[in-house]
């Protein structure tokens, strides 16, 4: 999952978690790296990625 933090000091960084982690050791790891948060976002992640690995249970037919 990606994270963005704006820090108070105006920096920004993007982390890249896994899913599993806690959000109170995430909030610690970033504090650490940057100092006082400001804000979080979350980015959405790509809704065409489970298209890519979905398995196709009929064949394609192209027009003739």
Known sequence: ???SVNFKSGQRQTFIVPKTMLATDFRNLAENI???IENIEFS???QHASLRDAELKEPLLLPE
Request: no cysteine.
């Open 1 to 3: 999952m990606r994270i």
């Open 34 to 36: 940057g100092g006082k």
């Open 44 to 46: 959405l992640e790509d």
